[in-house]
């Protein structure tokens, strides 16, 4: 009787738990959405209801006539470039690491996780020098080359990881069948591990989409601005505009949303892969 | 479908990973259309040598020549062989016409000639309606076949074949045996089988390798490697149940040699049997072994295994094992003392001290 | 693995990978470590001057720089209360639902959301006048808490902490959830017939075969925590009264805002060694007892 009673506050307790993370977890995007539909008067009285008239109006208003579509072009194309070298970059490196035994191979691999905890801000400032010396401050070139930095040693982690797990007779058949290094990465192992590129790249897409750091010192001309910048450069100057703050967040976060639900699994073994050794 | 047929020469092969040499200079002759197994127990060094031949791997020293190309050096797909993996490696991503095309593709060979071997191999091997189908969806034998299939359709020099059936349950294997064997038979291309199942080895080829610790410890026949094992590891090895070994020395009587275990005990032997010596071991097949009350050999009753087909005898004898197979359904109760006897053409003598067959 | 001695093979597939981290992280490591030993010209022409261990030494006269530091170490410790705790108990929980996925996939949104959004709609939520915290706590009878979260020095360092702790207890869960789905769950059935009850299980097998799970935590959170920018960047900018002043924050306005570029230089190398001397105390620490 008082271990039924101890198991059903047990099944209570953790089912109320999971649902309370629940909310917390939907109610600051449920409320990025309602905001951006509100009026400023509506926003101070009506806090968690929906909007009684939805200003639908406020998207045509911050994508076209304050010429955020340009953000958002700016955005795909950083997030695009980006992953697409990254994966390119990370695959060629991971297939030397997965396949060769070499010279060196140890300490190269030491210096590309060494590469995982090093972070924008250690290297910063010599980025920004090298950006300007070059002339690439306030550049599309200038905003991709540093930030794929950013996500390479992972990147060659996470492949390496994968392109072990192919089966070494795999490898050896394909050698037998005639295939040339190129052959054997393009038509062996990179078909075979597409799984995992599709994690690397939503995993990268994501990153680069929501960093910061890098486009707020790279970035300073508005017509070059990914989202995240344009973002808080909006914000800046409509501090109190608070709709269309969330109208900008909304767009910033929609193709993500799209991108999250579409690959589902994709995300789950990117997170994890990373942490399972 | 007849492929070309060559001799692989093995001359000196030595291979270290590290500290531990696997190969310490093999040599191997193998002659055009042999079907040759490697035998041995895992980390002979037999899936090392078959993968040097292959060009997997590479030698440290010693050379390798197939035909009259010497090939130590060359890329694995320079040297014109096939391989079968014991895990298949099919690509997974690829349906079985593609796995079985892909090497041609790579070559460039024209599209009618790629399909026209594909579906003469497919023929072969029954295939022909799983073409369009993606590995996983094919039971283990017809990933075996498949696997068969994208060796035979480049009409290597040499098939090399990596225990290829020890993925399969025992019914299978039967059957893929046969079909192996029928395959070699049609095509005649010299074969390198890698396995540690007796069976095979004693059932499929033309000859056998026994390997031991990096060295070749015979080759011959099957039988010849079952009749005459050349010293105490391939007598040992070869054979299922194993030989039964007993330790003695070699001593005259009245009619000859005989044999007088350590617990004093005289086995008679025949004519041709050595002069007496120092210590040597006895080895008798559990076959040979002939129940006898007033046998020479005994032993105390341990278990009595009846598998339907025949009896197999375990007894403990001078603190050893001995196992006894007959074809009759005897009944004994544990502890019981049993008597064999021998044949004396049966027993095989080894050197004490280094194992080699003595003259016998 | 096929040996390559003597051959390009291997470097040739590597070289584009390792050509790029060397210009873009060897390189620059260097760099920032090399600047730090130098201090700007008298003007803007002129060279900069050697100063051996000048902007170390005034590092460790600079108040702010270790209010800050001690800002992040409370990150640090915040972070692992907080959502890594959550994260682990919402996966042991989650771990034999079979809506363990969706509800997986629903903690894990919030991790999506860029810190600066999460940084901007929180900084509504704790928004003294129209804020939902705030409305929420006079909802439910405890007005009198209410305040300016962010605004009040004694409590913007944990409200802004809160708003990362909500962006990574979605990461912390699924990931032990991978790790407690790796466990073999014949182990917790031999336990139980032991006589094992849960919390013993919990504490006796759940927690060390984690344990490799807990140390890659670990070290992405002290990493994540000590280099944490976004959003204490956007929702309060270090302020009120550097009350949440952290690091990288100081760091980016000594040398974007001031030009102190090799005082920043030097800040950035501290902060750097002290992310590699804790990850790797944490990783030796772990494999030590193994």
Same mark, same amino acid.
């Not at chain 2, 290829?164 to 349950?169: A, F, G, K, Q």
């Not at chain 3, 928004?127 to 804020?131: E, K, L, R």
């Not at chain 3, 009264?241 to 952290?246: A, E, F, G, L, M």
């Given at each position: 009787m008082h271990a039924t009673f101890n198991r059903l506050g047990a099944t209570l307790g953790a089912n109320g738990l999971l649902i309370l993370f629940v909310i917390i977890s939907l109610f600051p995007v449920y409320l990025m959405f309602i905001t951006s539909l509100k009026s400023q008067a509506e926003l101070i009285q009506n806090?968690?209801?929906?909007?009684?008239?939805?200003?639908?109006?406020n998207y045509p208003l911050v994508l076209i006539e304050r010429s955020y579509y340009r953000a958002v072009i700016n955005s795909l194309m950083l997030a695009g470039t980006v992953t697409i070298i990254t994966i390119v970059l990370s695959c060629l490196a991971a297939y030397a690491f997965a396949v060769y035994d070499f010279v060196g191979r140890q300490l190269l691999f030491v210096l590309v996780l060494v590469g995982l905890m090093v972070s924008e801000v250690s290297i910063l400032i010599p980025v920004y020098m090298l950006l300007k010396s070059w002339n690439l401050l306030n550049s599309f070139v200038g905003l991709v080359l540093p930030q794929i930095a950013l996500g390479l040693s992972f990147g060659i982690f996470l492949m390496t990881t994968f392109f072990l797990q192919v089966p070494k007779d795999l490898v050896d058949a394909a050698r037998l069948d005639g295939c040339t290094d190129l052959q054997l990465l393009m038509r062996v192992m990179v078909p075979v591990s597409i799984p995992a590129i599709g994690a690397l790249a939503v995993i990268e897409f994501l990153w680069t989409w929501n960093s910061f750091f890098f486009p707020l010192v790279i970035a300073t001309r508005q017509d070059l601005m990914p989202l995240s910048v344009a973002i808080i450069d909006f914000m800046g100057r409509f501090t109190f505009n608070y709709e269309l703050v969330a109208t900008t967040c909304v767009i910033m976060f929609v193709p993500i949303l799209i991108l999250y639900v579409l690959t589902q699994r994709s995300f789950r073994r990117g997170v994890t892969m990373g942490a399972v050794k | 479908m007849s492929g070309p047929a060559e001799r692989v020469v093995v001359k000196g092969v030595e291979k270290s990973f590290g500290r531990t040499q696997v190969l310490k200079g093999v040599d191997l002759e193998i002659d055009p259309r042999e079907f040759v197994i490697l035998l041995? #127990?895992?980390?002979?060094?037999k899936t090392t040598l078959l993968r040097i031949i292959a060009g997997l791997e590479r030698s440290d020293a010693g050379e390798i020549r197939i035909g009259e190309r010497r090939v130590d050096g060359l890329e694995p797909k320079e040297r014109d062989v096939a391989m079968v993996f014991q895990s298949y490696a $099919?690509? %997974?991503?690829?349906?079985v016409f593609d796995n079985q095309s892909f090497s041609l593709r790579l070559r460039r060979m024209a599209r009618t000639e790629i399909r026209d071997r594909v579906e003469r191999a497919a023929q072969t091997l029954g295939l022909e309606k799983l073409l369009?189908?993606? %590995?996983?969806?094919?039971?283990g034998g017809q990933r075996q076949r498949v696997s068969m299939g994208r060796a035979i359709?480049?009409? #290597?020099k040499v098939f090399l074949f990596d225990e #290829? $059936?020890?993925?399969?349950?025992a019914q299978l294997r039967v059957h893929m045996r046969g079909e192996i064997k029928s395959l070699h038979h049609q095509l005649g291309t010299t074969s390198i089988y890698v396995t540690h199942d007796q069976i095979e080895a004693m059932t499929m080829g033309d000859r056998i390798v026994v390997m031991n610790g990096g060295i070749i410890e015979q080759i011959g026949s099957p039988l010849e490697v079952f009749d005459r094992p050349k010293n105490r590891f391939v007598a040992g090895f070869v054979g299922s149940p194993a030989m039964n070994f007993i330790d003695g020395t070699l001593v005259g009587t009245s009619s000859g040699t005989a044999f007088r275990t350590t617990d004093g005990r005289t086995v008679p032997l025949g004519p041709s049997a050595p002069p007496p010596g120092p210590a040597v071991t006895a080895g008798i097949r559990p076959h040979h072994l002939r129940l006898d009350p007033t046998g020479p050999i005994r032993g105390a009753a341990i278990d009595v295994q009846p598998t339907g087909v025949e009896t197999i005898i375990l007894c403990r004898w001078n603190s050893r094992d001995l196992l006894a197979q007959t074809g009759e359904r005897i009944r004994a109760a544990a502890g019981e003392q049993l008597g064999f006897s021998v044949d004396p053409a049966n027993i095989h003598l080894f050197d004490g001290t280094s194992g080699e067959r003595l003259a016998a | 693995m096929i040996d390559a001695r003597g051959r390009l093979g291997p470097y040739l597939f590597l070289g584009p990978a390792i050509l790029y981290l060397a210009i873009w992280v060897y390189y620059p490591i260097a760099k920032n470590f090399y600047l730090s030993f130098f201090t700007a010209g008298a003007s803007r022409s002129d060279a900069p001057q050697f100063v051996g261990l000048a902007n170390y030494q005034r590092l460790l006269s600079d108040d702010l720089f270790f209010r800050a530091l001690m800002h992040n170490l409370a990150w640090v410790a915040l972070s692992i209360v907080i959502p890594v705790v959550i994260g682990l108990v919402l996966a042991v929980l989650l771990v034999?639902?079979?809506?363990r996925l969706f509800y997986a996939a629903v903690f894990f949104l919030p991790v999506t959301v860029a810190p600066i959004m999460a940084a901007i709609v929180w900084g509504w939520i704790y928004?003294?006048?129209? =804020?939902a915290l705030n409305q929420f706590l006079a909802v439910v009878?405890? =007005? =009198?808490?209410?305040?300016?979260w962010l605004a009040d020095p004694a409590t913007a360092l944990v409200a802004v902490n809160m708003i990362g702790s909500w962006g990574y207890y979605g990461f912390c869960a699924l990931i032990f959830l991978a790790g407690l789905q790796g466990i073999d769950p014949e182990i917790y059935d031999a336990a139980r017939i032991d006589g094992a009850n849960s919390f013993r299980r919990f504490w006796s097998i759940t927690l060390p075969l984690l344990k490799p799970t807990l140390v890659f935590v670990l070290v992405y959170t002290i990493i994540g925590s000590m280099k944490f920018f976004d959003i204490i960047y956007v929702a309060t900018k270090g302020g009120p009264?550097?009350?949440?002043?952290?690091v990288a924050v100081y760091m980016f306005d000594l040398f974007i805002?001031? =030009?102190?570029q090799h005082y920043a230089a030097a800040m950035s190398m501290v902060l750097t060694a002290i992310i590699l001397v804790m990850s790797l105390l944490v990783i030796r620490n772990a494999t030590r007892r193994t």
């Open positions: 806090v968690f209801a929906l909007p009684r008239n939805p200003k639908w109006g | 041995g #127990p895992s980390g002979c060094g $099919l690509y %997974p991503h690829m349906n369009d189908r993606y %590995p996983r969806q094919l039971s359709v480049r009409s #290597p #290829p $059936l020890s993925n399969l349950d | 034999e639902r079979r809506a928004n003294p006048t129209f =804020g009878g405890l =007005g =009198g808490l209410a305040q300016p009264d550097n009350s949440t002043q952290i805002r001031q =030009g102190e």
